[in-house]
């Protein structure tokens, strides 16, 4: 019958959530958590306080209903009514038009900005209240050499005179004077500064100017059909942004009434075409008429050719009205258009009324025919003449007193507190984006985990766990300024736990692996127990050492054995000064007998791995190994050997065959599963068999315990040798 307990694998189900760990995993990273969500506040704290603030002008302009001229005015039935559109007035204000005329107006080709410290210079001049400098440069222009925008650099030295750098050229100007150098031109007007304050001059192209000053610029619609438009800009300058904003404005409305001026002139240089052309006509009419009354003498109208000669020269007047009202409907909308199909449908009516006036004349005598035509002719003369007349008075009146359908209702005011950076706003959006960003740290570093988290991991795979060894925190705190303990450097000045403090709790946990040995090791060949590692520093020496010592005090006699020929390092915890030990033994050079092996102080005797052979496998392999194992069996209680990682060498496969009983040591969130079980296949495959596992440094984790809800307590701890009730639990002997 076996005493090996086998542990059930529990599979959980894929789909289920553990909101118990995730919450426990969180705590656990609580300072990781705290650590990054403070960084990143604290980074936008510094960043809201040194970064330049934006200030945001405004303006606010009206466009009302569009004003016909007079010609258009006239024929307002026939044209639909039409509403503000704003959107061809955004995007006219948007155009390279009116910015480009602005760019030209203030010199915006020439970019100034005043030299500070890297990063942090100008935001720390604002916070201890230095004042910026002011340069103003009313004509710019420096020679392009390459791809880059030309810049120079201006050092000011008094209140009048300044130094330009150009490369490796250096002159010196005065304000208010223009400089003509090298192809550069350069005119300063204005500078307020300190003398030593640098500025760096830029001069970039027009299009770039106008693309730069489009980026701060918005337009937006304060409603549908209330025609107010509100204009935005950004800048960092706050006295700047209120001056491009309202040359803006001016600019805007320049065009605004240029182009309803425009109209009226196209007009009048119509009636200006047309009227000597009229004049000319009419006076050739005249001629005509008087010429034909001397020949004929005065011939008198009847009174039926008299209205039919008024209805002839109305008809022309409208005709000729109906002329100037297409050539400015032309102007406006295609011959497709409703309101020009309308005109042209007019224009058709009149001249077929004008036809049926022309047949009843052809009735009339042939005398009266003829006076009428003239007569015709010269009074449609003179009422188109007159109307011209009076049509370019009107809109010489007109064009003289446009103001456009555009105003101004707020010149621009520049906000008195920065639009950017909103500060509050910055830093509580740091706060939650440092917050949930520390969250996905936590989560893919829980995800991507690979190493043992918890003995129930261990259990998934089917190797038993005999003990969870927590982390000892007063050997930690005694340790300190000392490696990491299980590194062969570390163990130099440290304390040997179970003597020290023998109520630790890591300490407990190996008086728990104690008793489940002895029901481990019942079927055992021999009491020999093989301690061994997956991997280097995984702390097998902490345990086998302190398992010795704790096995030690209950009474029985124990060996311990250095077995790790090559890095073994337990003499030095024990501050054993015996040069000989197991590589010695077992060569022949020293008999077990004759060796020292009492080391004062820790209760178990010790036989150290001895010089480092060259051939540390072979040399255990030899037949006086055994022979030292089965005397080391009959003379004590329990041998305990600590080997080499078996991942590393084949020692602790050689050891493991001699060994009754053999256990694994793997260390918490260091050791892999994977490693774990790669290290039993290959004792497996020399036949020695892996009682369990020993999980070391398992720190005492919130995920663990929502999972598995333990608790630990301190308890006082007495001296298992003077207590009356001391276990008389032995280990097994063959």
């Known amino acids: 019958m076996t005493t090996t307990i086998k542990h059930k694998i529990v599979t959980a189900k894929s789909e289920e959530i553990d909101l118990g760990r995730i919450y426990g995993g969180l705590l656990d990273h609580r300072k990781l958590i705290i650590a990054v969500t403070s960084a990143v506040t604290l980074f936008a704290i510094v960043y809201a306080l040194f970064v330049t603030p934006v200030y945001q002008a405004n303006a606010m302009i009206q466009i009302e209903q569009k004003q016909g001229n007079a010609l258009l005015n006239n024929i307002s039935p026939m044209l639909p009514d039409t509403e503000p559109v704003s959107a061809p007035e955004i995007a006219l204000l948007q155009s390279r038009m009116i910015l480009g005329k602005t760019v030209n107006d203030l010199n915006l080709q020439a970019v100034i900005s005043q030299q500070y410290f890297p990063l942090f210079g100008r935001g720390w001049a604002r916070l201890t209240g230095e004042v910026p400098g002011k340069l103003s440069i009313s004509q710019l222009y420096l020679p392009r050499t390459d791809e880059t925008p030309p810049r120079i650099t201006l050092t000011v030295v008094d209140n009048e005179r300044f130094l330009v750098e150009n490369g490796n050229v250096q002159f010196y100007g005065n304000v208010g004077s223009p400089i003509t150098r090298d192809g550069m031109l350069l005119n300063v007007d204005s500078m307020h500064a300190q003398p030593g304050t640098k500025f760096t001059v830029k001069y970039i192209s027009r299009q770039a100017a106008i693309a730069s000053l489009l980026d701060n610029f918005d337009v937006e619609d304060q409603g549908k059909k209330t025609g107010i438009l509100l204009l935005t800009l950004s800048s960092d300058d706050k006295v700047r942004a209120a001056s491009i904003l309202n040359v803006i404005s001016e600019n805007y409305l320049e065009q605004n009434v240029a182009r309803q001026r425009a109209e009226d002139t196209n007009s009048l240089d119509f009636l200006h075409q047309q009227l000597p052309q009229v004049r000319s006509d009419l006076d050739a009419a005249e001629d005509k008429m008087n010429l034909y009354r001397r020949q004929v003498d005065s011939v008198d109208l009847s009174l039926e050719a008299k209205a039919v000669l008024d209805q002839v020269v109305n008809v022309d007047s409208q005709l000729n009205e109906l002329t100037f009202r297409e050539s400015e409907i032309s102007q406006l909308y295609t011959k497709d258009h409703p309101t020009y199909k309308t005109l042209l449908d007019k224009r058709q009516t009149l001249l077929q009324e004008r036809d049926d006036l022309n047949k009843r004349i052809s009735t009339m005598p042939a005398t009266q025919q003829q006076v009428e035509r003239l007569s015709r002719d010269v009074d449609s003369g003179r009422a188109i003449y007159m109307q011209l007349l009076n049509r370019k008075q009107e809109l010489g009146v007109a064009r003289s007193s446009i103001i456009g359908n555009v105003h101004i209702i707020d010149t621009a005011v520049t906000q008195p507190s920065p639009v950017l950076p909103q500060r509050t706003n910055m830093v509580v959006t740091a706060l939650v984006a440092g917050f949930i960003f520390s969250l996905i740290l936590v989560a893919g570093k829980m995800l991507l985990r690979r190493t043992i988290a918890s003995a129930e991991q261990l259990e998934h795979i089917g190797v038993s766990v005999y003990a969870n060894v927590p982390v000892s925190e007063w050997l930690n705190k005694q340790n300190q300024g000392v490696k990491r303990f299980g590194s062969k450097k570390s163990v130099v000045g440290s304390k040997f736990l179970a003597i020290e403090n023998p109520a630790d709790l890591a300490i407990e946990a190996l008086r728990s692996l104690r008793t489940s040995l002895y029901f481990a090791m019942l079927q055992a060949r021999n009491n020999v127990l093989m301690i061994s590692g997956a991997t280097q520093n995984v702390g097998k020496t902490f345990i086998a050492s302190n398992l010795a010592a704790v096995v030690a005090q209950s009474g029985q006699r124990v060996l311990f054995i250095d077995a790790d020929m090559r890095k073994g390092y337990a003499h030095k915890l024990f501050n054993h000064r015996g040069n000989k030990g197991l590589s010695d033994i077992i060569s ?89 079980q790669v290290s039993i296949k290959r004792f497996e495959h020399v036949g020695v068999e892996i009682k369990g596992c020993i999980l070391n440094s398992v720190l005492n984790k919130a995920s663990n315990y929502y999972v598995y809800g333990y608790s630990q307590y301190n308890y006082a701890y007495a001296d298992e040798k003077k207590d009356n009730k001391t276990e008389s639990m032995k280990m097994p002997t063959v």
């Open 588 to 676: 022949g050079q020293v008999n077990v007998v004759d060796l020292d092996k009492k080391v004062p102080g820790i209760g178990f005797d010790f036989i150290s791995h001895g010089s480092i052979p060259p051939n540390p496998a072979e040399l255990l392999s030899h037949k006086r190994f055994e022979a030292l194992l089965t005397w080391a069996s009959n003379n004590y209680d329990l041998v305990i050997v600590d080997t080499a990682p078996i991942l590393a060498v084949t020692d602790a496969a050689i050891i493991g065959r001699y060994a009754g009983t053999s256990m694994l040591v793997a260390r918490f969130e260091v050791n892999t599963i994977k490693e774990v």
